[in-house]
């Protein structure tokens, strides 16, 4: 698998870190809406509770480029318990892992045999 240094940054989907715990997915895309098309907004979760990141995607590049510039250290949430979210453009993910080699044929024998001491 590739590094995460060595994955080249997404156009349009951008990662979301320090969101308010009360944040869902239809927030998130409400808050990000106003420069541009979203197309997926989602909140990590462990259980019930959120883990205070997610993502955001948009339809084009322009919106989310946009979004990054202006959201970046945003205050979001309830005034109380607002908090400054951190907004990047998000890595690609990896490709699909290669298909596991087919296990179905016979194992070759060592060349010490592998028996019990014959």
Same mark, same amino acid.
């Given at each position: 698998?590739?590094?995460?240094?060595?994955?080249?940054?997404?156009?349009?989907?951008?990662?979301?870190?320090?969101?308010?715990?009360?944040?869902?997915?239809? *927030?998130?895309?409400?808050?990000?809406?106003?420069?541009?098309?979203?197309?997926?907004?989602?909140?990590?979760?462990?259980?019930?509770?959120?883990?205070?990141?997610?993502?955001?995607?948009? %339809?084009?590049?322009?919106?989310?480029?946009?979004?990054?510039?202006? *959201?970046?250290? *945003?205050?979001?949430? !309830?005034? !109380?318990?607002?908090?400054?979210?951190?907004?990047? *453009?998000?890595?690609?993910?990896?490709?699909?892992?290669?298909?596991? %080699?087919?296990?179905?044929?016979?194992?070759?024998?060592?060349?010490?045999?592998?028996? %019990?001491?014959?």
């Amino acid at each position: 698998m590739a590094a995460l240094q060595e994955r080249p940054f997404s156009q349009t989907q951008l990662f979301c870190s320090n969101l308010p715990w009360s944040v869902n997915g239809k *927030m998130l895309r409400q808050f990000f809406e106003v420069h541009g098309e979203v197309t997926d907004a989602f909140v990590a979760y462990n259980g019930r509770s959120s883990r205070g990141f997610g993502y955001v995607t948009f %339809k084009g590049a322009e919106g989310a480029a946009a979004a990054v510039a202006q *959201m970046n250290g *945003m205050p979001l949430g !309830d005034e !109380d318990r607002s908090r400054e979210i951190r907004v990047e *453009m998000a890595r690609e993910r990896p490709g699909p892992r290669p298909e596991p %080699k087919d296990r179905t044929e016979r194992p070759v024998a060592r060349e010490n045999g592998g028996g %019990k001491g014959e």
